[in-house]
């Protein structure tokens, strides 16, 4: 079956721009997270959605980052005022319930100029 | 006494070996751990998984040992294949946010 799926692949953009991250889970899913991958650091937990809420927001890094999940489904991650330091590669990943396996997307790689 | 295996961010390895990676975790209230695999690239890859309540649990090719006493996971790789070139990452939880590990770079040799 198709497994989760991020757009875009690639994304360059400015210093002050803001930017989406498109992730949409395994069919089925009701848990979906995102994660940040930065060079040379390991991947770090952003936030976590059960259906379409958020009880865990606890690793977005500013009130520059946001995302949302409607329908229980397809999740965005909205960065505002891009800054270099959020070059880095956004993964999604989906678990068919919370606490089980998580299946990673192939990640946005974000570069700000 | 009973060694633990020293977490190497690099491995080589000749195709046909056995390979063995070490992680060491940190939470002893985790009870869920999983090894995923990532290539250049790409998203990490479910490997395999284990929970608290084993201490070894083997899949196609892979072994993944638990020791919660000195709090240390293994990922075994028998015959290992030039395919398994990558780096891998172990991850542990108690709940939904996964922690990961530095990961250990894979290189296989002809």
């Known amino acids: 079956g198709a497994g989760v799926s991020q757009s875009p692949s690639n994304k360059v953009t400015e210093k002050g721009k803001d930017v989406e991250l498109r992730c949409d889970p395994i069919?089925?899913?009701?848990?979906l997270y995102w994660y940040r991958q930065s060079l040379g650091q390991g991947l770090e937990f952003l936030i976590y959605?059960?259906?379409?809420?958020?009880?865990?927001k606890s690793g977005l890094p500013s009130d520059r980052f946001s995302a949302e999940r409607t329908g229980g489904s397809v999740s965005t991650l909205t960065i505002q005022r891009t800054q270099q330091e959020d070059s880095a590669v956004y993964l999604c990943?989906?678990?068919?319930?919370?606490?089980?396996?998580?299946?990673f997307g192939p990640g946005t790689r974000l570069l700000v100029l | 006494g009973e060694s633990v295996g020293l977490h190497l961010p690099t491995l080589s390895v000749q195709e046909g070996d056995n390979s063995i990676i070490n992680c060491a975790y940190s939470?002893?209230?985790?009870?869920?751990f999983i090894w995923y695999k990532q290539e250049s690239g790409k998203g990490p890859q479910f490997i395999i998984d284990?929970?608290?309540?084993?201490d070894k649990r083997q899949g196609q090719r892979v072994t993944v040992l638990l020791n919660k006493t000195v709090k240390h996971l293994s990922l075994q790789i028998a015959a290992t294949q030039p395919g398994d070139s990558a780096v891998y990452f172990c991850?542990?939880?108690?709940?939904?946010?996964?922690?990961f590990g530095a990961g250990t770079t894979v290189t296989v040799r002809a």
């Open positions: 990943a989906s678990s068919r319930e919370t606490q089980e396996t998580q299946y």
């Open positions: 069919s089925g899913h009701t848990a």
């Open positions: 959605f059960q259906g379409n809420s958020a009880p865990d």
């Open positions: 939470n002893s209230a985790s009870d869920y």
């Open positions: 284990i929970r608290s309540n084993m």
């Open positions: 991850a542990e939880t108690n709940d939904y946010k996964l922690s």
